[in-house]
């Protein structure tokens, strides 16, 4: 599954991407004057293949949610168990991510890959999805792409969280697949059940200590550079947690050249799982809009597997955690908005949504100057003729 997946990515089209420029270059309004939403609507045309692009409505976010044996070593002061009763908060409808949804429309389905605490009598009656049948992620159920509708749990747990990174490998190779492949499944459930934009979405206590040495492994940058506060952490959890990433990566010697054992070596349940969601959106030629530094670790990850892979990705803010700005560097994505946020769960991503109908929508509806009857810039004076 994983290799059909990458070798369905393709680059985007060129000629697609001319039209959407030629097509920027008629409408009513002077020439770059949306400035990055130009853009944006071109490499969205060149993903799709075509121009206009399709409108990315409706929306579907993914949550996936695991916990990390590297909890063991202080780096957060939340406990462990929070994981799961978030998954609770997620599905009764009562997380930031739940109303941000609810204001734009999308759908929500929460995918536990890798939750330590079993989630009976924590999530609401008949919350859970069956569980899967076979290997680790295998027959996940089919989440909905609605509007509108209750947050769904879909049951895909690989094992029940990481292993201590500092210790021994976080996963096994075979686990680390699983997960990819559970994000795979996902993201071809929700574009089957309708939805035309994916976004990524976390939970898991401790999860920015793997991300700030995921990125680190990838790109080469320091840990001191690419770790961050996470929930707010005070000097001293916040030295040793820097010491932890540190150590991790030169226990296991990741190499970025193989994606999943770097996945498997520092890596969690919830960003290989993000990795294959964001490999199956960009083999669908479906664009993925990534929110904080979990999910940006996790796009570095299947940058590594597919190197075209980026060009689904659409940077949906920029994480107050530094990791983020490292690794959107490294991807080569401008983020949208900027707004210090730090919170995961997909709610960056949710707020920049509208951007992106936005600057699809212009190619879509905006006249051009012909059909509008308007004229145009007078060539010999220099003058916008809007």
């Not at 490292?326 to 991807?331: C, D, E, G, N, Y």
């Not at 100057?369 to 220099?382: L, Y």
Request: proline share 8%.
């Amino acid at each position: 599954m994983l290799e059909n997946t990458i070798a369905a990515i393709g680059p985007l089209d060129e000629s697609a991407m001319r039209a959407a420029r030629e097509r920027q270059s008629r409408l009513t309004k002077p020439v770059g004057s949306l400035g990055a939403l130009e853009e944006l609507a071109v490499r969205l045309a060149g993903l799709a293949g075509g121009c206009p692009p399709p409108l990315p409505e409706p929306a579907a976010v993914a949550i996936f949610a695991g916990d990390h044996g590297v909890h063991a070593q202080q780096v957060t002061p939340w406990p462990q168990e929070v994981t799961a009763q978030m998954i609770g908060n997620f599905l009764a409808g009562g997380a930031v991510v739940n109303a941000f949804a609810r204001q734009a429309g999308a759908s929500v389905t929460v995918v536990d890959v890798g939750v330590a605490t079993p989630l009976a009598g924590r999530v609401p009656t008949g919350a859970t999805d069956p569980a899967p049948e076979g290997a680790a992620g295998a027959g996940v159920p089919r989440p909905r792409a609605e509007k509108a509708g209750p947050p769904r749990l879909v049951a895909a747990n690989v094992r029940p969280g990481t292993r201590d990174m500092t210790v021994t490998a976080a996963l096994t190779r075979d686990e680390a697949r699983s997960a990819v492949q559970t994000g795979v499944r996902v993201a071809d459930d929700l574009i089957d059940g309708g939805a035309r934009i994916l976004l990524t979405g976390d939970m898991g206590i401790g999860n920015t200590t793997p991300s700030a040495a995921l990125i680190a492994a990838f790109t080469g940058v320091d840990p001191a550079e690419t770790t961050g506060r996470g929930t707010g952490v005070d000097d001293a959890t916040y030295d040793r947690k820097v010491a932890v990433v540190r150590a991790a990566l030169g226990r296991h010697r990741p190499d970025p050249a193989d994606p999943l054992g770097v996945l498997a070596a520092v890596g969690g349940l919830e960003h290989a799982a993000l990795a294959g969601l964001i490999l199956a959106a960009a083999a669908r030629r479906t664009p993925v809009l990534l929110d904080g530094v979990i999910a940006v670790s996790a796009a570095l990850a299947a940058a590594a597997f597919a190197p075209a892979a980026v060009g689904a990705m659409v940077a949906g803010h920029c994480s107050a955690e530094p990791g983020a700005r490292v690794a959107l560097r490294h991807l080569g994505l401008d983020p949208l908005i900027d707004l210090g946020l730090r919170l995961g769960e997909g709610t960056g991503a949710l707020l920049a949504l509208p951007v992106v109908t936005g600057a699809v929508r212009v190619l879509h509806e905006v006249a051009t100057f012909d059909s509008a009857g308007v004229a145009e810039k007078d060539p010999g004076t220099g003058v916008d003729g809007t």
